[in-house]
């Protein structure tokens, strides 16, 4: 529901090119999210590991960044951008991505989403909030939009409002979200300590949703 309340709260229009930053289980989602509300344009992903980039492109993103250089390399390449490195500020791209999604919600998300939006663009945090000091010059000079997103209320889907848990599980039954084995690894409740080494380990482990057996 986090991932879809984004999709439904600010979906793409045609032309748009959409970024999802972080490939957790709520970025990933997000991907999925995109296409199955009927999204054919282009989708990029950032991602840490290398089993989360796997995973995106198995959900439907068309390319995968991994680490800030490609990101920033790719927004510049974007038809129309380019990338600016002044001497006393942080680098930046003009004509980047009209819609960045942030499932991640740190400073460094949030900064680099600021960063490389286009003039007017959109954003959508959907990550868990992050205290920090941010430079919001871009956020009026480039008059972008940014929207915060928390999992509860009404949302437009198929032509009327629904709830947000509603609509998500009418995504969830038309889709076979089994095959894409986003649980990674389950647990019994007296195994929580190795729940938590594991989801704390994304990367020793291939982690992306951890959870535990209830009988």
């Not at 680099?112 to 939006?117: E, I, K, R």
Request: proline share 3%; no cysteine; hydrophobic share 45%.
């Amino acid at each position: 529901a986090s991932a879809a309340k984004g999709v439904f709260l600010e979906p793409p229009a045609d032309g748009d090119v959409v970024l999802v930053l972080g490939a957790g289980s709520i970025g990933l989602l997000m991907v999925r999210a995109l296409r199955r509300t009927g999204w054919t344009g282009t989708i990029a992903v950032s991602a840490r590991y290398g089993f989360q980039a796997r995973k995106a492109e198995d959900l439907g993103a068309d390319t995968v960044l991994r680490g800030r250089d490609q990101l920033y390399e790719w927004a510049a390449s974007l038809p129309g951008a380019a990338a600016f490195e002044p001497s006393m500020a942080p680098k930046f791209v003009e004509g980047g991505p009209s819609l960045v999604y942030d499932s991640v919600g740190s400073a460094g998300t949030v900064r680099d989403a600021l960063a490389v939006t286009r003039e007017e663009g959109r954003i959508v945090v959907t990550g868990a909030a992050a205290v920090s000091k941010l430079d919001l010059t871009r956020l009026w000079h480039r008059q972008l939009r940014m929207t915060g997103v928390m999992v509860y209320g009404p949302v437009e889907h198929e032509g009327r409002t629904r709830d947000i848990f509603d609509a998500t599980l009418d995504l969830i039954r038309a889709d076979d979200l089994g095959r894409f084995s986003l649980l990674t690894h389950t647990f019994e409740l007296e195994e929580y300590r190795d729940a938590i080494r594991v989801a704390l380990g994304k990367d020793a482990h291939g982690a992306i949703k951890v959870g535990f057996r209830v009988r």
